[in-house]
């Protein structure tokens, strides 16, 4: 099962990479939810560009998300 992080991820990530956005607009985060670990799975893509893409869209997330 994966974490609230690595879900959250790999939703941005699949949507990225087929050159789309994933709106979320009643994300809800649990206080657990650690950004630090998304930056770890970001680390991990290749790709200049689509990291970029990946964070600018995780970060957009995170602004608008509920706690």
Known sequence: MATPEKAL???VYVRAAAGSR???PELYLPQSFN???LEHWGDRIQSPRLRTIIR???SKLLETAKR
């Open 9 to 11: 991820f790999d939703l």
């Open 22 to 24: 994933a709106h979320l």
């Open 35 to 37: 950004p630090g670990e």
């Open 56 to 58: 600018r869209h995780l």
